[in-house]
């Protein structure tokens, strides 16, 4: 179910969006069904278990923050290191620039396009 939706509304609309269409949306481990009938204990199971799994969700965000800032510290975590060196990625600017085709580039330096135009839109 937590994976289903980012948040309650999200899974909510979700839910409503296919039970519309006549989707029956069954979550087998919680014992849920939703069809388009309502179902007052449907919808209170789903709430209380939707905003248990977002409340658990965001718990484990705040301590990753909080492990990362303490590495970071401690000088263990530097993060992901760059596809391009310094040198290569003014020289894919510069291709870039020459009108080279962004895709062509991509495959040239090995990473995807998304990739080049982060790298085009900044100078480290």
Not at 4 to 16: S, V, W
Not at 60 to 86: C, D, F, H, M, N
């Amino acid at each position: 179910m937590d994976r289903l939706a980012r948040n309650l509304l999200d899974l909510r609309a979700l839910i409503e969006r296919l039970t519309i269409r006549g989707v029956r949306v069954e979550f087998i481990n919680e014992g849920l069904t939703f069809t388009n009938e309502d179902s007052p204990k449907a919808n209170l199971m789903l709430s209380m278990m939707s905003a248990l799994a977002e409340f658990e969700r965001a718990l484990i965000r705040e301590r990753q923050r909080e492990g990362i800032t303490l590495a970071k510290a401690r000088g263990v975590y530097r993060g992901r290191s760059k596809a391009l060196t310094p040198d290569e990625a003014a020289e894919l600017r510069q291709l870039a620039a020459a009108g080279e085709p962004k895709s062509g580039l991509a495959r040239q330096y090995g990473i995807s396009r998304e990739t080049v135009y982060q790298y085009l839109r900044t100078n480290t």
